[in-house]
């Protein structure tokens, strides 16, 4: 089975994608290539989690549009609170024994549900967005 990681971009559309990490890094930061990660939600050890990925110049609005429907979703989530501009990729993470840090993985079932429950009720709640993946 393909593992898939969502993204979000600039007009609000949710897709989902089974291309290589290295190719969601990319969609996520298409002019540097080199996104920053961010927890949405936490794994404890064995457990899954949630990871974004922004442009790493997400904060210059010349550069990346304004994301209003992927800063809601994160919100949502219980991510941090941070207006996203530009592309919004998210990912699985999980703690297994001896790791520093989560590895990245793709999303559950689970969590891909959640995350086209929460995307069309933040899409139905944005004047004028309509859901759509």
């Known amino acids: ?20 990490q ?12 080199s996104p920053l990660a961010f927890s ?6 064995g457990g899954d989690g949630l990871q974004g990925h922004v442009g790493k110049s997400s904060c ?7 994301n209003p429907i992927a800063t809601r ?14 592309n919004l990729t998210i990912c699985g ?4 024994a001896g790791d520093k840090q989560p590895s990245l993985r793709g999303l559950s079932k689970a969590q891909q ?3 086209m429950d929460v995307h069309a009720v933040v899409c139905e709640e944005t004047v004028g967005a309509s859901p759509q993946g």
Not at 1 to 20: I, K, Q, R, V
Not at 24 to 31: F, K
Not at 93 to 96: H, K, L, Q
């Open 1 to 20: 089975m393909a593992e898939l990681y969502a993204f979000f971009d600039p007009n609000g559309h949710l897709m989902f994608s089974d291309e290589a």
């Open 22 to 33: 290295a190719r969601m890094c990319e969609a996520a930061d298409p002019h540097h290539k």
């Open 40 to 45: 949405i939600h936490r794994s404890s050890w």
């Open 60 to 66: 210059f609005v010349a550069t990346y549009p304004p």
């Open 73 to 86: 979703v994160v919100t949502a989530l219980g991510g941090p609170t941070q207006y996203i501009f530009g």
């Open 93 to 96: 993470t999980r703690w297994s």
């Open 113 to 115: 549900d959640l995350l």
